[in-house]
């Protein structure tokens, strides 16, 4: 099918073009011009903002991950490290992105908690080799030892890195470095990498900058690695208050957006604004930077965060067109996607419409009125495939936890709160601003307090609660239930309205396709 927009605002390298008229034919852009590229029988789209697709520079894939993204405007997802297994799995079901597969790390390095058990480097050569015959389009290693969050784990040597960067160059393959620190940023640059794969979190001398931009190397900023807290202001994490994108959210995922925002936080939610100053004065220096957002870490959902992203290197000094650029061009240039990020003669159709004019207002990328794939419009994910994805998160999160839990047991976690008897009544949750009492299934009983309040809250009102009038939906409108019966991980509920059919014992849902409010 042809689509010809028409008097549309076409946005190309961040900048507008003269022509306001774009052809789409066979999956590509066929002509650039006036209102007369049209053919007969084209699809018309009139008005808006046309941007290329936009592209994530720093992912970790689950099933669904690249539909999911679609949804937002992102078209394109470069993941930074997962296993041979899923990558399979996605490229089987059609899905299109660039990976690393596995990622080169110390024995018991990061990010060694969060997966299954998976291959070190005994020979750089051959590890190379091993990823790539897996699929690889780049290599990923990390060089970090835990010291900027005050943690003491392994990490790959210099020797080690200087071999790996060789050989993956030897195979035509760039090379992104996962550090954390200025000092490791000016070490892993110094031995040949080719991107960053955050802005480090401390801050970076004048001379740490100029040793970065004179190894012609990218940063992919991953600013909004913050979204994954609350802060003071508000309980729930900060992409759950962005309507335009709540309002494309499927219900699975703003529940768990949700869930996340009832997870233990540390006391004070850490903020960007050192990571910003990098990412800024790398800019300045002439460091291309990319977006990323490092979706799936918590409070960062595929395609949405990226737009969060958008804003958090607009705050940090990037100007609109330097951020849309920063999701479009840069990393297609990068990453060597020659066929997309660009509005130009040749390229494949991702598109993403937008309301307004993102030039002036960068929210405007949330207007979101359409998206398409090599030119055919994004579809969403069918039933089976979202819930692998939320289940593949919550099995990454408790892998997570638990190892956390084993390595130190003093790791902050819910507590549980227990009659006499040994019956369960609710949780305490350490949260940002204190503690958050919570029923056996995990919603709020009351507000964030002092730990002793919130445990005297699910003390008395843990079990008694059960028995309330309770606000439930599923995809539908708020209504009335009854909780029969409570679980960790589902409720069986009676509905109040009388003219509904349903069985007299209620019936069971899990907890990933109800909400649920006193």
Request: hydrophobic share 45%; glycine share 8%; charged share 20%.
């Amino acid at each position: 099918m042809a689509i010809t927009f028409l008097h549309t605002r076409l946005v190309d390298r961040g900048a507008v073009l003269a022509a306001d008229c774009l052809r789409v034919a066979d999956g590509v852009i066929t002509a650039i011009g006036g209102p007369d590229i049209a053919h007969p029988g084209d699809e018309l789209v009139t008005g808006g903002t046309l941007l290329p697709g936009l592209i994530d520079a720093h992912v970790h894939l689950i099933p669904g991950a690249t539909r999911l993204a679609a949804r937002y405007g992102v078209t394109t997802l470069i993941d930074q490290f997962s296993q041979p297994d899923l990558i399979a799995a996605e490229r089987a079901a059609g899905a299109d992105f660039r990976t690393s597969s596995i990622g080169a790390t110390a024995p018991g390095g990061h990010p060694t908690l969060a997966f299954e058990p998976f291959p070190y480097v005994e020979d750089p050569k051959q590890f190379v080799a091993d990823r790539i015959a897996e699929g690889a389009d780049h290599l990923k290693l990390i060089y970090d030892d835990g010291s900027g969050v005050a943690m003491n784990i392994p990490t790959l040597d210099e020797p080690t890195i200087r071999a790996l960067v060789e050989a993956a160059h030897a195979s035509g393959l760039k090379v992104v470095a996962h550090v954390s620190t200025a000092t490791g940023a000016v070490t892993v640059v110094d031995r040949g990498v080719d991107v960053l794969a955050h802005a480090p979190s401390d801050p970076m001398s004048p001379a740490q900058v100029e040793a970065v931009a004179k190894a012609r190397v990218a940063v992919i900023a991953t600013l909004d690695i913050t979204d994954g807290f609350a802060t003071p202001d508000s309980a729930d994490l900060p992409l759950l208050g962005e309507a335009e994108l709540m309002v494309r959210m499927p219900a699975r995922w703003r529940r768990l957006l949700d869930k996340q925002s009832r997870r233990w936080m540390p006391p004070e939610a850490p903020t960007n604004a050192i990571a910003s100053a990098n990412t800024l004065a790398l800019h300045r220096a002439g460091v291309p930077v990319l977006a990323g957002t490092d979706a799936p870490n918590p409070g960062l959902v595929f395609g949405a965060s990226l737009h969060r992203e958008l804003q958090h290197l607009v705050a940090a000094g990037l100007t609109p067109a330097e951020a849309i650029t920063a999701a479009t061009a840069a990393p297609a240039e990068v990453f060597g996607l020659s066929d997309r990020g660009r509005l130009t003669l040749g390229a494949r159709a991702d598109l993403l419409l937008v309301d307004g004019d993102p030039l002036t207002d960068i929210t405007a990328t949330q207007r979101i009125q359409n998206t398409w794939v090599a030119g055919e419009v994004a579809t969403a994910m069918d039933d089976q495939t979202e819930l692998a994805g939320i289940h593949f998160i919550g099995a990454t999160t408790d892998r997570i936890v638990n190892a956390l839990k084993e390595m130190w047991p003093g790791f902050p976690a819910p507590e549980d709160i227990r009659r006499e008897d040994g019956e369960l009544l609710g949780h305490v949750v350490p949260v940002t601003g204190g503690s958050l009492p919570t029923t056996v299934f995990g919603a709020a009983l009351g507000p964030v307090s002092d730990h002793d309040t919130a445990v005297e809250t699910v003390e008395q009102r843990g079990l008694p609660s059960l028995g309330e009038t309770w606000w439930a939906r599923t995809d539908g409108d708020w209504q009335e239930a009854t909780i029969i019966e409570a679980q960790p991980d589902r409720v069986r509920l009676r509905w109040k309205d009388p003219m509904l059919d349903q069985h007299p014992s209620g019936q069971w849902y899990p907890l990933t396709d109800v909400d649920l409010k006193l």
